[in-house]
């Protein structure tokens, strides 16, 4: 039995010399819901980023067993959905059907297939009703679970989201977080809210400054109040 | 906060709504190529009596769709204005004589020539109808049946991805701008007045078209990151297009001997 997500020693600095993660080794196994906190820019995009191959640092990173090398690129991209922060950039569709189908489209399925794949990601994300929308004219907490459905639509191993919840209101934060709990897939979930973290993900890696500084069950690191203080997670 | 009133589709239910963007698109394309094939008359009463029906019939036929369309002719009218300025720039057209003509009238250094003026005249006829034909086109389809269409005419997918990709971005683009500009609104103070104020203004627009343009750079490496993250190879894939149905190829083959017919008669 292999682990979703394996990643061992990986370091990486962007072009301009910026250090972003200094040796990050982790294991998420099948099924697991984990949260990702830290402070801003302690590497957390970064690291989501090297996940399926969008940026390529120094380690290992195995996914569902396969190494992520550039013959894998492909297929490693397959296995996991990567939702953006800003659901902006990832709905570059003109309507909402184009989006949640580009990514089975990519995956060289027939059309019926495609259309299945769509009317199933939409009705997990409860955005049934909307496949002939434009996105631009869809609210922020609309636009969210589109950028979702668009992921589930490639019936992804491991879901990987970056602040879900970041910039909703109450109404549609719950909705997602209802929406995220009736998933029943692996989760790597990076936010800084911590309330979410504790409902819904039961394990918590704290980064900060391109490390991981604490590693364990939710309820034991988020109560460790000297650490939280200590890395700049408490009001 | 959205910008809205850049998108010129005006969503009724109607018979030309309801045709298939690549039937409308072809019969657009159709007729303005038809317009301009259309020729000028020459200076005598009987040919532009009979030119000049032609585009009397093409006017009160474009009114006809419009309200069929359920957009009325004072949409129309009032959208095609937008001809004018183009008009301008045949305006010197007037004032160049053919061999041996003698001037209409002088209007100080300048002499009127009639075939010169007929020139103009038609071709403003020309342009501002055409301007009619593309206003019905879009007013009549949302855009990304337009794109569609486009691809389904062999318009090469690159093209019809970037003017996607421009389409969906000009919104938040503009929007973006919108809170620049707000920002600056807020910052401006009550201190300036007139020409300062308007340097002023000059100098903060510069860095926001700067800022603009930066933001949008890194904005494409996000959605470049978005497309490869789901599989985006190089290559730009769709779903292919329903057939037209029998009825739509009729009508389709209909229209274009129509306009057909209508240059040659």
Redesign the interface.
């Known amino acids: 039995m292999h682990h979703s997500i394996e990643v061992s020693d990986l370091k990486f600095s962007y072009p301009d010399g910026h250090i972003a993660l200094q040796g990050i080794s982790f294991r998420i196994a099948p099924g697991e819901k984990v949260a990702l906190v830290g402070p801003n820019g302690a590497g957390k995009s970064t690291l989501l980023l090297h996940l399926n191959g969008l940026l390529r640092g120094e380690g290992q990173i195995t996914v569902c067993g396969l190494p992520l090398t550039t013959e894998n690129l492909a297929r490693v991209r397959r296995m996991v959905g990567l939702v953006f922060q800003n659901p902006e950039d990832q709905l570059f569709s003109p309507t909402v059907f184009d989006d949640v189908a580009y990514g089975p489209i990519y995956q060289g399925l027939d059309e019926a297939e495609v259309r299945q794949r769509v009317a199933q990601a939409l009705e997990a994300v409860g955005m049934s009703h909307y496949a002939e929308r434009v996105s631009h004219h869809l609210s922020i907490g609309e636009k969210k679970r589109v950028a979702i459905a668009c992921v589930l639509s490639m019936r992804p191993e491991v879901l990987i989201l970056d602040e879900p919840t970041a910039g909703l209101d109450p109404r549609a934060r719950r909705t997602l977080i209802r929406l995220l709990q009736d998933l029943d897939m692996t989760m790597l979930i990076s936010t800084h809210d911590l309330p979410m973290a504790r409902e819904l993900l039961p394990r918590t890696l704290v980064m900060d400054e391109g490390r991981i500084v604490a590693d364990g069950p939710t309820q034991d690191v988020l109560s460790d109040r000297p650490s939280l203080e200590a890395h700049g997670l408490l009001e | 906060m959205?910008i809205?009133f850049l998108d010129p589709y005006e969503p009724r239910q109607s018979p030309v709504h309801r045709l298939d963007g690549r039937v409308k698109l072809v019969l657009a394309l159709g007729l303005i190529l038809a317009l301009s094939l259309l020729p000028t008359p020459s200076v005598k009463q009987a040919e532009i009596l009979r030119i000049g029906m032609k585009y009397a019939l093409l006017f009160f036929s474009l009114l006809l769709v419009s309200s069929v369309a359920r957009l009325g002719a004072r949409f129309l009218l009032k959208r095609s204005f937008l001809a004018l300025p183009f008009v301008l720039a045949a305006l010197p057209l007037m004032f160049i004589p053919k061999a041996g003509e003698v001037p209409l009238a002088q209007l100080g250094f300048l002499a009127l020539y009639p075939q010169g003026v007929l020139r103009f005249t038609f071709l403003a006829l020309k342009s501002w109808l055409a301007v009619q034909v593309a206003i019905l086109m879009i007013a009549t389809m949302?855009?990304?049946d337009l794109?569609q269409a486009m691809r389904a005419i062999g318009l090469p997918r690159l093209l019809v991805s970037m003017f996607?990709?421009t389409?969906?971005?000009l919104?938040?683009l503009a929007d973006e701008a919108l809170r620049l500009m707000r920002a600056r609104a807020a910052r401006r103070g009550d201190g300036l007045s007139g020409l300062k104020r308007l340097l002023w203004d000059a100098k903060v627009t510069g860095g926001m078209a700067a800022s603009l343009l930066i933001r949008s750079f890194e904005?494409a490496d996000?959605?470049y990151?978005?497309?490869?993250?789901?599989?985006?190879?190089g290559e730009i894939?769709?779903?292919?297009l329903p057939r037209l149905s029998p009825l739509e190829q009729a009508f389709l083959l209909t229209g274009l001997c129509l306009f057909v017919l209508f240059v040659l008669l």
């Open positions: 959205h809205h949302p855009f990304p794109l996607s990709l389409w969906r971005y919104f938040v904005r996000r959605i990151f978005a497309m490869l993250a789901r599989g985006y190879d894939r769709a779903m292919p």
